[in-house]
């Protein structure tokens, strides 16, 4: 006989601060977990990623290969390969273990601001200052994106993707979400230029940071605005939210140096992190733990619960 399932235990939020990593190399533009979560990227000032055991605070490689600052990095499924997105215009696909640019892709216009692998990391979907999604085929040799998203007015801060949409923040105010089985385009106006855009783990909602407002939770289908968070300073720098693993509570950087998590039904303030003393820019949640990464200035931390179980998990 099948025996049930245990009932999980009552959220956990980090909050105690594990490993303060300094990475020499320059400022912190992002820090990315890979997809089982033991591992994680960053992408500096100083045009390198650095690929880390967070845990150890150990550096296991470095990738050189971009012109100028790194403003974004994923790892694949398999964690095989990277993709960069840097100030030179430019998308990088990486080969984890040799650390050596396997493809450089060439057609944005501006910097790129965001990048995310497909779940079979077979495209890389990057979005630009230059107001354009465009989606690159990592396994053929054409030059060219596959596809050219151009609907944003202005330039896209942040793009995330599923297993059959992409969805882009653009500083027009507008979330776009493109359904790539349907062909279709839905567009939720939130009235402020967006910084960051995510999905909840159960594909039905929206979550969206805007500068100087509120973050906002939206019905992906309906655009109904279902919950506001606020408390977080966000006044001029592109700053990451996050949900946590188990979709219980949002999370958004702050300019005052700290991270915000707000319950996601009760919109009530749950924690502030204080991770330093100038913006926040960088924010990554573990895929299964309740663990998160922050960057601010040269220094990426991680943090946890600080129980027994959660040292134990990680």
Not at 28 to 50: E, H, I, M, P, Q
């Amino acid at each position: 006989m099948a025996f049930p399932q245990p009932r999980p235990g009552p959220a956990e939020l980090p909050r105690r601060l594990v490993r303060s990593i300094e990475c020499g190399q320059g400022a912190v533009r992002a820090a990315r977990f890979n997809a089982d979560g033991n591992y994680c990227v960053t992408g500096g000032s100083d045009k390198t990623l650095k690929l880390w055991n967070p845990r150890k605070g150990t550096l296991l490689r470095s990738y050189l290969g971009h012109g100028y600052e790194v403003l974004d990095a994923a790892g694949s499924f398999d964690n095989s390969q990277l993709c960069s997105g840097s100030a030179d215009k430019t998308v990088a696909l990486w080969d984890v273990a040799t650390g050596q640019v396997l493809r450089k892709f060439r057609g944005h216009a501006g910097k790129v601001n965001s990048v995310q692998f497909n779940e079979e990391a077979t495209v890389i979907v990057s979005g630009s200052i230059d107001s354009s999604v465009r989606c690159w085929d990592c396994r053929s040799r054409r030059p060219d994106p596959v596809q050219v998203l151009d609907e944003a007015k202005d330039g896209v801060s942040s793009v995330k993707v599923s297993d059959h949409e992409i969805l882009a923040g653009s500083v027009d105010g507008r979330v776009r979400r493109y359904d790539l089985r349907a062909g279709e385009l839905y567009s939720d106006y939130v009235g402020s230029p967006v910084t960051c855009v995510c999905f909840t783990k159960d594909g039905q909602c929206v979550l969206v940071a805007s500068l100087a407002a509120p973050l906002r939770l939206l019905d992906k289908d309906t655009g109904e605005m279902l919950g506001e968070y606020s408390g977080h300073h966000s006044s001029t720098c592109r700053l990451d939210c996050v949900l946590s693993e188990r979709d219980t509570h949002v999370g958004c950087a702050s300019e005052d140096g700290a991270v915000y998590f707000w319950d996601l039904v009760e919109g009530s303030l749950a924690t502030r992190l204080p991770v330093g003393r100038g913006a926040v820019q960088s924010l990554a949640f573990h895929p299964a733990q309740p663990v998160l990464l922050a960057a601010t200035g040269a220094t990426l931390q991680l943090w946890d619960t600080g129980t027994e179980e959660g040292d134990a998990a990680t």
